[in-house]
């Protein structure tokens, strides 16, 4: 089996491309649906935020995999390949691997080292567990992934500096207007991209803020954190000649803002330049409206430079959590040798325990005599050499499997210790343990339970680079 992630991003392709591939929240389970049903996938998880949009499967085949994922999207999106694929990367095992790691870190970031994205990883794998699109290697590998995240940030500096898009958005603003001491400012959306956006703007002397969301409650909420005014979107709109400065981060699906709109509004403000900064994906304002005199707006391709300035110390701390990832990567790929050999070794392990029972059940019979201390004696004692006999075989099988006669050695071993039947009735017993627990299951908590014994061949991770 092999890991692969195809995927876009701001790197690869513009917010006009990148809105374009967005799934609705609604829409998710769905797309897992059909998405574990394509060809040659086996587990899936869809990372989908306003920079990048990824999917995330393993398959039994690498050899038209980038083919299918094509062509799922194709179909799920309604667009033509021809019209996206030069926006894509496809990225095989140990460079998916290592790409996730990069991602959950903030490491593939616009801004580096933010760790809103480590949230919306594990919101993505949660959901797809939810949904059973994920199975036994990506409950392994994004629970992997998560937690490392958690450690990059605990454990280095990369995320002390004030930088993020929200960040940004402010900080284009102020090399506009020098300072916010006298500007008015419109916050259109009320979600967390807009709280961290009033949190800076308050920090940098906003004069006086406005909330605008579609659902009032919310833009009251947010705005009394800041002593701002909450606005429904029909006021704010009529109000717009009255501020300087409109960023707009909501969930539309289509334009908030359209020329008319802001040529209207520009009549009323006597030649004052109206600052506008569209950080939603999709984008809340109409393009065009760049183009009304002395209105100046920005999307959020736009604001990739603006924090250069603040990221040297976070690219240093960066190195850090490469060695970090490194060091992951390994962790990852003796987890997948030992993979196979585990249910073998768990049915040794439980052929000799029972063996070992029934040689003491007899012996005790025989021997009546023994107090329960002597027999105490005689079970540790016993227990020690069956361990010491089984130590050297399980690390050599262990060993064995990876390397390049792993499926060979695996069936030596099964068949010098007669585990065929074991092995056999462990697998049907883990099923079925399984599939009484599946109702009880907390979304929240990654899959505790002995992992599904996978196929007994050879782990092999490829390097060789997949065509698109």
């Not at 500096?157 to 008015?184: M, N, P, Q």
């Not at 406005?210 to 409650?217: G, I, K, P, S």
């Not at 089984?390 to 262990?398: F, L, S």
Request: charged share 25%; aromatic share 8%; proline share 3%.
């Amino acid at each position: 089996m092999h890991i692969v992630v195809v995927g876009l991003n701001y790197r690869t392709a513009p917010v006009e491309v990148r809105e374009r591939f967005t799934f609705a929240e609604q829409d998710l389970p769905e797309a897992l649906k059909q998405l574990k049903s394509t060809k040659s996938v086996l587990e899936g998880v869809i990372v989908a935020t306003c920079n990048r949009t990824e999917i995330y499967v393993v398959v039994d085949r690498l050899s038209m995999c980038g083919y299918f994922i094509r062509s799922f999207m194709e179909q799920w999106f309604g667009i033509k390949r021809e019209e996206f694929t030069k926006h894509l990367y496809i990225y095989e095992d140990e460079q998916a691997i290592s790409h996730l790691f990069k991602v959950s870190c903030g490491l593939d970031s616009m801004v580096i080292g933010e760790t809103q994205i480590l949230g919306q990883v594990r919101n993505a794998f949660l959901k797809s567990q939810k949904e059973k699109a994920t199975g036994t290697w990506f409950n392994m590998l994004f629970k992997q992934a998560v937690t490392l995240g958690k450690r990059a940030h605990s454990e280095t500096s990369i995320g002390e500096s004030a930088v993020s898009v929200s960040y940004a958005a402010v900080e284009l603003g102020k090399r506009i207007f020098g300072t916010f001491h006298d500007k008015k400012v419109l916050i259109l959306g009320a979600g967390k991209m807009s709280e961290l956006t009033v949190k800076h703007l308050y920090a940098n002397g906003a004069a006086e803020v406005f909330v605008a969301n579609r659902t009032l409650a919310r833009a009251e909420e947010l705005a009394l954190k800041f002593k701002g005014t909450p606005l429904g979107m029909e006021e704010a709109t009529e109000r717009l000649h009255e501020v300087d400065i409109v960023i707009s981060s909501t969930g539309a699906n289509d334009y908030v803002i359209r020329p008319m709109l802001v040529n209207e509004t520009m009549k009323k403000r006597q030649a004052r330049p109206l600052f506008m900064i569209d950080i939603a994906v999709p984008r809340d304002i109409d393009p065009d409206v760049g183009d009304v005199q002395n209105v100046f707006l920005y999307d959020i391709d736009d604001l990739e430079g603006i924090v250069e300035s603040n990221l040297e110390m976070r690219r240093a701390e960066a190195a850090k959590i490469e060695t970090m990832i490194q060091e992951e990567m390994e962790a990852f790929h003796q987890w997948l040798k030992t993979l196979g050999v585990r249910p073998a070794i768990r049915a040794l392990q439980d052929k000799s325990n029972s063996i070992h029972e029934e040689t003491l059940e007899s012996l005790f019979n025989k021997l009546p005599e023994l107090d329960e201390r002597q027999r105490k004696v005689i079970r540790r004692l016993t227990k020690s050499i069956v361990n010491q006999m089984m130590h050297d075989p399980i690390n050599r099988i262990k060993e064995m499997t990876g390397g390049k006669q792993a499926a060979e050695a695996l069936d030596y071993f099964t068949q010098i210790f007669a585990l065929e039947s074991l092995i056999e009735e462990n697998e049907q017993g883990a099923e079925s343990k399984a599939l009484n627990n599946v109702s009880t299951m907390e979304v929240e908590t990654p899959v505790k339970s002995a992992e599904q014994p996978a196929e007994r061949k050879t782990v092999q991770m490829s390097l060789a680079p997949a065509a698109l």
